[in-house]
């Protein structure tokens, strides 16, 4: 038997009069009900959340709704109560809406400055303020590891001895720095100044990398990891998660960058890299037949077979496939292969510059180049016509995170890096917009930053966008960090389903003053995507 039923005639009174107290009460209204009551009622506790309000709001006015059709009317509910019900239900129902206004007037504005969010998540309670503000005065500033009143460290792990170093992992470091320098002369995160320490793991060996990173948080104390060029990337997950420590901006060499939850990259995973190029020679090249040439990395045999998947499908032919090691010192023997195999066009996805610079350097020696070019990943350089020279112009093709190159990054490096100019490449952009991402998510967070406060401002649904000249956007949603070739769950219009591929039209590649490209132009079908 329900005890609630069988009480209900001699409570019916009572259960208006809470019904009223915790309507009004639960909309935070200071109001005293009007509703008349015919027997006292005790004060009731009274859910705070939105979603217990509605629901009160939506039984009390069934219960009207059903009691003015009842052959037999309650008898607690005279014509007075109703009335008085009937109007505190539409003051309920104001405030609620009020409320909602209110919350919408307190989101955060979109911020201008290199990276912006464009979509806010509801700003915290005053209370919840109010509480974030004493604990940032009782810890005088100090709100967590690396972070200070007035600073907040960061740090890297770049590989300063891999081959090309001075042209490829330096500007990375030398762009973080200038746009840290930037950030700080338009007044920091809410007053706190950034910094970064680096640390040297060679040739990006894993072991110095791990070194590395206990080095930056056990004696360097760094609050995050930012953009940096380092072959471990892929390998310091289990160290992220047992130091708790976020990587803004890391540069996704690996897939499973996008996978964890520590890792905000500002780059397209290699191998949808790989599908946003693959799906670009199907329909702007039309090859019959093709050639792979691929690291032997995992990561880019991967690369290369999603690649492989959408050519095959096109009705192309594989006819023949190389792979490299990432310290190769001569590419002449793999020239060759592929001038027996004689394919029409060749896709690389090596993602080491030296290596294909050197195929292109050995190719012109040789007088070979497939008759509908080659096209490939992560050769969008500055620096790159000086070495490669004519033997490729408007043979070549690259795809890249973002459009090259940017009036107010390049005059960012200009003014704060000058000896960037002539080397800067797109790394170095995914650097500049991983900086600024992680300075607009601080400031989203308050005086009261935390790691894990930190995180969830990046993660919480929001789209970080770009300038327009770069015209990129980002979002850390499980959509765009899972996925795969079978089940693709990303959006197309986000970086993980979006990038560009670019012409080698010469080699003069040293970006116009105005921070257009020189030497690169936008291909035929130049906006691509991983799916379609």
Not at 141 to 162: C, E, F, Q, Y
Request: glycine share 8%; hydrophobic share 40%.
């Amino acid at each position: 038997m329900n005890p609630f039923s069988e009480r209900r005639k001699p409570l019916a009174a009572i259960a208006i009069t809470a019904g009223i107290v915790l309507l009004m009460a639960a909309c935070g209204s200071t109001r005293t009900g009007t509703v008349a009551q015919p027997v006292s009622a005790p004060a009731t506790p009274v859910p705070g959340s939105a979603d217990n309000t509605a629901k009160l709001i939506a039984a009390v006015a069934a219960y009207l709704d059903a009691q003015a059709t009842a052959p037999k009317k309650d008898p607690g509910l005279d014509e007075i109560s109703r009335r008085s019900l009937r109007r505190a239900l539409a003051e309920a129902r104001a405030e609620v809406a009020a409320a909602k206004q209110q919350q919408a007037a307190e989101r955060p504005a979109a911020s201008s400055i290199g990276v912006r969010p464009v979509l806010t998540a509801p700003s915290e309670s005053r209370t919840r303020q109010d509480e974030n503000r004493i604990s940032y005065d009782k810890s005088g500033g100090a709100t967590d590891v690396g972070v200070t009143r007035d600073s907040i460290k960061l740090g890297s792990i770049n590989m300063h001895g891999m081959a090309l170093a001075n042209v490829v992992t330096e500007p990375v470091y030398r762009g973080t720095l200038a746009t840290i320098a930037s950030i700080n002369d338009r007044g920091g995160v809410l007053g706190r100044r950034l910094s970064q320490v680096d640390c040297d793991d060679g040739a990006g060996e894993v072991s110095r990398a791990k070194v590395c990173l206990k080095k930056l948080v056990d004696e360097d104390r760094i609050f995050s990891l930012i953009t940096a060029q380092d072959w471990a990337t892929a390998s310091i997950h289990d160290d992220l998660h047992l130091f708790g420590l976020p990587y803004v901006g890391s540069w996704a060499y690996s897939q499973t960058e996008w996978q964890d939850p520590f890792m905000f990259p500002t780059h397209m995973s290699m191998i949808h890299e790989a599908m946003a190029g693959g799906n670009w020679v199907r329909h702007a090249v039309h090859p019959k037949t093709y050639g792979l040439l691929c690291l032997t990395s995992p990561e880019m045999q991967l690369a290369c077979t999603q690649v492989q998947h959408i050519l095959d499908a096109s009705g192309s032919r594989m006819v023949k496939k190389v792979d490299v090691a990432i310290s190769e010192t001569s590419m002449s023997a793999y020239v060759l292969a592929f001038r027996g195999a004689n394919p029409e066009h060749i896709v690389h996805y090596v993602i080491n510059p030296a290596t294909v610079i050197k195929f292109m350097i050995e190719a012109a020696q040789q007088g070979y180049y497939p008759p509908k070019g080659i096209s490939g990943n992560h050769l969008a350089g500055e620096a790159v016509g000086s070495f490669i020279g004519q033997w490729p112009i408007n043979r070549y093709w690259v795809n890249t995170t973002y459009r090259l190159w940017g009036a107010d990054f390049m005059a960012t490096m200009e003014r704060y890096s000058r000896s960037n100019v002539g080397f800067t490449h797109h790394i170095v952009q995914a650097g500049y917009v991983g900086v600024n991402m992680f300075a607009e998510a601080a400031r989203e967070v308050g005086p009261n930053l935390t790691r894990g406060r930190l995180m969830a401002a990046l993660g919480n649904g929001q789209v970080w966008k770009t300038d327009s000249d770069m015209d990129q956007q980002f979002s850390y949603t499980p959509s765009e960090r899972r996925g795969s070739y079978d089940d693709q769950t990303w959006s197309r219009g986000d970086a993980e389903g979006r990038e560009f591929m670019y012409k080698y039209t010469g080699t003069n590649t040293t970006a116009k003053p105005d921070g257009s490209p020189s030497g690169w132009e936008l291909a035929d079908q130049g906006v691509i995507h991983t799916y379609e």
